[in-house]
C-alpha cells in the first residue's frame, strides 16, 4: 500500500468578475477512497478541480494536495494525474505523440505511453492523429494522459462522458483498484446515477456552494427517508411540515415529508389531532435525492459525518 | 528543465506545420532569387546605372533572404504558444510541470534549434536559387568571399532571433488568427511602409533603424529593400542584434506577466 496524499479544499472562492463560481467551499478527499465530486452543470466543479491543479487562481481559500499547492509540488506530473473535461489535443497529433510529447517533461520513459495505450484499449488507433478520434477515444486518451506519471493521486473531470457501457464498467472497476491500492482519486460528474457504484464518498456542490458531504452510505440512508402523507386535510397537514420545519412538497398522492421519519410524522400528526388515511415510507432512488439536494441551494443539508 | 524542452520539441515536431512552413518558405525564397537574380542579371545596369554588379550584386540578392523570408521563423515560433492556447493542450502542458517560467525559457530555447534550421533551409533556398543564375548570367556567385560568408552567418543568426521573437510576440498575443494577422500586418505593410516614411526625413531616420525589420536588415548586415535609394542608417551587426534580443527580452516579459499569470480555462 502507497501512503498517498490527501486533499484538502478549504474555504475555496473563485470569482469571474461578478460571477460567483466556487463559494466558500471546504472538503477533503482521503486516499484509499474514490470520491464522488458532484453538482449540476456550472455549479463549478471544473473551475474547483483547476483551482486545485494550480490553473486557476482561487479569489481566496486554498486547495492542497498533500499539503502543498499544486504548483509547489517537487514533480507535480509525477504525483498528480489529472484528466480535465476530454478537449484538450491537438487535432493534428497522434494518440501516441500527444503521449510522447508529455513523457520527458513527466519523466516517464516513451514505453509507458504504449503500455498505457494499450491498458485503454487504443493501441489500434494510436498511430492516427486525434483530429479523427471518437469522444469516447478522446476520454480514453485523456485517461491514459492521467496516468502517464503512475500517479497516487488521480483527480478526473467526469471521465465517463462519452463511454460506452463496457467502457464505464471499466472505469468503475480500475477506480475502485486504485483506491484499493491506497492512491486518492477524486472523480466529478453531474449525474449521481453514473458514480453510484463506485464511489465512497460524495460531495455535493450546487450553485459554487457545498450543500452535501458524507460517505455514500449516508447519502443512501437520507434516500430511504421520504414519507408520503395525505389526508382529507391536507393544508393542516402542510401546516404541520412547516411548523416542525420538515422539507416538504406537494406529491401527486398528498404531501410528501423528506428526511423524516414515518414514525416522526405518525406521531406529531397524532399529537396534533390531524386525521392521516396515507402515511407511507417511500424508497427513493439516490438520483432524485441529488436532484432534490442541488435544486434546493439556499437550504443546505448538513449530515454529521463528512467526507 | 531538460526534460521540459524535450518536451517542447517533441510537441512541435509531432505536429506537420514546422514542414508545411518550411517548404513555403523555401518556396517563396527561391521564387525571389530566381526572378531577382535573373533580373538583376540581365537588366540591372540600366535600373541601377551600374552602381548594382558584381560582388555587390551577390551581397544584395542574398540579402533579401532577411526581408522577404522572416515572416516564417515569427510565424513558426508563434505558434509554439498560439497552437497550445487554440487547442487547449496548454493544459496538460502546465499539468506536466507546473512552471510558467519553465514553460516559457523551454519554448524560447527549441524556438532558437528551430529557428537555425530554418535558416539553414532558407539559405539554401535564397543562394542555391540564385547562385547559378548569377554564375551563369552575371558576375559570378562570390560564394567564396567573406563577404558572403559573414551574411551567411548573419542570416543564420538573425533566423534564431526571429523565431525567438516569434514566441515571445505568441506567448502575448495568445490567440492564434490575431497573432497570424499581426505578424502578416506587421512584416508585409506596417513595416515596410513606415521604415519608408520614417526613413525619408532626416529627423525620425534615426528611429527607422530600430524597427525589428531593419535590425533584422543589420544583423544580415544587407539592406536590401532600402537598396538604391541611398536612405535608411543601418546599424552594425551587433547593435542590430542587441536591438532584436530587447523586443525579445520584452515581449517575452510582458508573456510571463500577462498571458501567463491569467487563469488557464
Ligand atoms: N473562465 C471563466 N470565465 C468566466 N466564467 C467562468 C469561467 N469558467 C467558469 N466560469 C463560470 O463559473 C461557473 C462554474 O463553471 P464550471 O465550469 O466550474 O462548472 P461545472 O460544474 O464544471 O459544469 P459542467 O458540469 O457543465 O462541466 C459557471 O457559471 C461558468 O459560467
Ligand atoms: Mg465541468
Known sequence: ????????????????????????????????????????????????????????????????????????????????????????????????????????????????????????????????????????????????????????????????????????????????????????????????????????????????????????????????????????????????????????????????????????????????????????????ALEDVFLRLTSQVDAPVSLGGQA | MIAAIKSEFRKLFSTRMWWILAIVMIGYLAFVGILMSIMFTLLGDEMTGGAVQGKTLAVTIYGFINPIGYVFPLLIGSLLFTSEFRHQTITPSLLSGANRTHLLLSKLVVSAVVGLLYGVIAVLAMIGSSAPFLQILGDGHYLGDSEVWKLIAGSLLVFVLWTMFGVALGGLIVNQVAAIVVILAMTQFVEPILGLVLGIPEATRGVAQFLPAAAGNAVVGSNSLAMGTGMGDMLTRTEGAAVLMAYIVIFALLCRFITLRRDIG
Do not use: C
Request: proline share 5%; glycine share 10%.
Open chain 1, 1 to 284: 500500500m502507497v501512503t498517498s496524499p490527501t486533499i484538502e479544499v478549504t474555504s475555496l472562492t473563485k470569482d469571474f468578475g461578478p460571477v460567483r463560481a466556487v463559494d466558500d467551499l471546504t472538503f477533503t478527499v482521503q486516499p484509499g477512497r474514490v470520491t464522488g465530486f458532484l453538482g449540476p452543470n456550472g455549479s463549478g466543479k471544473t473551475t474547483t478541480l483547476r483551482m486545485l491543479l494550480g490553473l486557476v487562481r482561487p479569489t481566496s481559500g486554498s486547495a492542497l494536495i498533500g499539503g502543498k499547492p499544486y504548483v509547489e509540488l517537487d514533480r507535480p506530473g509525477a504525483v498528480v494525474g489529472a484528466a480535465l473535461e476530454a478537449s484538450s489535443f491537438h487535432p493534428g497529433r497522434s494518440g501516441l505523440d500527444h503521449l510522447r510529447a508529455y513523457a520527458p517533461h513527466i519523466g516517464v520513459p516513451d514505453s509507458r505511453a504504449h503500455e498505457l495505450l494499450e491498458f485503454v484499449g487504443l493501441s489500434d488507433a494510436k498511430e492516427r492523429r486525434v483530429g479523427g478520434y471518437s469522444m469516447g477515444m478522446r476520454q480514453r486518451l485523456a485517461l491514459a494522459y492521467a496516468l502517464l506519471g503512475d500517479p497516487s493521486v488521480i483527480i478526473l473531470d467526469e471521465p465517463a462522458n462519452g463511454l460506452d457501457p463496457q467502457g464505464i464498467a471499466w472505469l468503475r472497476q480500475l477506480l475502485r483498484s486504485f483506491a484499493a491500492q491506497g492512491k486518492t482519486v477524486l472523480v466529478s460528474s453531474h449525474v449521481l446515477g453514473e458514480v453510484q457504484h463506485t464511489v465512497d464518498d460524495v460531495v455535493v456542490i450546487a450553485r459554487g456552494k457545498k450543500i452535501h458531504a458524507s460517505t455514500l452510505a449516508e447519502l443512501s440512508a437520507l434516500a430511504s427517508k421520504r414519507v408520503s402523507v395525505d389526508g382529507p386535510d391536507r393544508a393542516r397537514i402542510s401546516r404541520l411540515a412547516i411548523d416542525n420545519q420538515w422539507q416538504w412538497d406537494t406529491g401527486n398522492r398528498g404531501i410528501v415529508v423528506h428526511d423524516v421519519d414515518a414514525s416522526i410524522v405518525g406521531a406529531k400528526a397524532f399529537a396534533a389531532g390531524i386525521e392521516l388515511h396515507r402515511l407511507v415510507d417511500e424508497e427513493v
